[in-house]
T-cell receptor
């Protein structure tokens, strides 16, 4: 089992819809979770961080964390073509004391 | 890119030659990291630094060395480049320690070893 797992996609959603991106992790002793957006040929850009169970909203983005089920998700409301990118989930694995990245989910927002 | 620059941005080199990549930050952050990104593997940590002259290995450190003589600069050296080190290399910085450290990435260096 990978330490941080994401569906590679592509996830295709129409413009204006909600995109839902999911990430699971293996280490129960994990306390911090991050979502990065990466456009093709560019560097990862931090868009959300979440440390507590529940939802955290920032503009059109909502991060959801469920530590009991060991998953974290990212919702993008009113998806725009400019949201088309690869989204990386990163988890600070407490047992190993390291930040580990998933391989990313490619999102395509269609017109 | 949060005040982070990397040089060079692109480099082609031959197998067996030494290569040094530079990361420079203007944020005065204590922690600096070098990652490589390859298809199917995601981002993998090579080395990191937690202060001037304080460095440690990551998960894929074989064939790489680092140095940090100033807060703002973190150098990654490939002692003798191999084709398996063809990759995109990212530098990252963070201000805080351990689980609350949000990392910010530089623009990357695309390295090709022929």
């Amino acid at each position: 089992q990978k330490e941080v797992e994401q569906n590679s996609g592509p996830l295709s959603v129409p413009e204006g819809a909600i995109a839902s991106l999911n990430c699971t992790y293996s280490d129960r002793v994990s306390q911090s979770f991050f979502w990065y957006r990466q456009y093709s040929g560019k560097s990862p850009e931090l868009i959300m961080s979440i440390y507590s169970n529940g939802d955290k909203e920032d503009g059109r983005f909502t991060a959801q964390l469920n530590k009991a089920s060991q998953y974290v998700s990212l919702l993008i409301r009113d998806s725009q073509p400019s949201d088309s990118a690869t989204y990386l989930c990163a988890v600070f694995l407490g047992t190993a004391s390291k930040l580990t990245f998933g391989t990313g989910t490619r999102l395509q927002v269609t017109l | 890119d949060a005040g982070i620059t990397q040089s060079p941005r692109h480099k082609v080199t031959e197998t067996g030659t030494p290569v040094t990549l530079r990361c420079h930050q203007t944020e005065n952050h204590r922690y600096m990291y070098w990652y490589r990104q390859d298809p199917g593997h995601g981002l993998r940590l090579i080395h990191y630094s937690y202060g001037v002259k304080d460095t440690d290995k990551g998960e894929v450190s074989d064939g790489y060395s680092v140095s940090r003589s100033k807060t703002e600069d973190f150098l990654l050296t490939l002692e003798s480049a191999t084709s398996s080190q063809t990759s995109v290399y990212f530098c990252a910085i963070s201000e805080r320690q351990r689980e609350f450290h949000e990392q910010y990435f530089g623009p990357g260096t695309r390295l090709t070893v022929t």
